[in-house]
């Protein structure tokens, strides 16, 4: 069975400042990993996607994210944090018995601080 | 762009009423799924389903049905609505095929209160 983990239900960063959200999953087999993006009242938008190949994605808004298969991390990160990153991000991970489930963490609020 | 329409953003209604949640995509997805987001829980599936009224459980399918008559089109149904059912319902729409394999798209949200 699939699971994630985030490390943090909430970060706060200063404008500028890395951002950096953590998550860690499990999973039975090779994994297809997520992280969406929720900005208030709105539904879930996809921000990145590692499926195969290159471990190091780029995503929307200047996220980016690195699949680290021996620490089972698939950690987001930005270089600069702006006022409009403020939102819910949600890792998720695909794979298993169904090839269309997602298993979410519980998502990781970010503030950013002016 | 893909759309995923639910047809209502917020819904009030009574304990035991029989409550439906619409959701369209316009995309010609195979696959479409309920979830109920709640503070510190995250998304929890409900119900998907992978094809014309074809129908699986998710994670927490007690209290809930669904219909998918239409392609397009998948219901989320409350036989006898319970207060602690109150909670945002996300409907979102996948395809099995090309570059976007497995990307979920999300509608909006309803925002469901029952009283």
């Known amino acids: 069975a699939q699971s994630v983990t985030q490390l943090g239900s909430h970060v706060s960063v200063s404008e500028g400042a890395l951002v950096l959200l953590r998550c860690n999953y499990s999973?039975?087999?090779?994994?297809?990993l997520f992280w969406y993006v929720q900005y208030p009242n709105q539904g879930l938008q996809l921000l990145l996607k590692y499926t195969t190949g290159a471990t190091l994605v780029k995503g929307i808004n200047g996220f980016e994210a690195e699949f680290k298969k021996s620490e089972t991390s698939f950690h987001l990160t930005k270089p600069s944090a702006h006022m409009s990153d403020a939102a819910e991000y949600f890792c998720?991970?695909?794979?298993?018995?169904?090839?269309?489930?997602?298993?979410f963490g519980k998502g990781t609020l970010l503030t950013v601080n002016p | 762009d893909v759309k995923v329409t639910q047809s209502s953003r917020y819904l009030v209604k009574r304990t035991g009423e029989k409550v439906f949640l619409e959701c369209v995509q316009d995309?010609?997805?195979?696959?479409m799924f309920w979830y109920r987001q709640d503070p510190g829980l995250g998304l929890r599936l409900i119900y998907f389903s992978y094809d014309v009224k074809m129908k699986e459980k998710g994670d927490i399918p007690e209290g809930y049905s669904v219909s998918r008559e239409k392609k397009e089109r998948f219901s989320l149904i409350l036989e006898s609505a319970s207060t602690n059912q109150t909670s945002m319902y996300l409907c979102?729409?996948?395809?099995?095929?090309?570059?976007?394999?497995?990307?979920?798209?999300f509608g909006a949200g309803t925002r469901l209160s029952v009283l």
């Open positions: 979102a729409s996948s395809s099995d095929r090309g570059l976007s394999k497995n990307i979920q798209y």
């Open positions: 998720a991970v695909l794979g298993g018995g169904s090839n269309y489930k997602l298993t």
């Open positions: 999973s039975s087999v090779p994994p297809y």
């Open positions: 995309m010609d997805h195979e696959n």
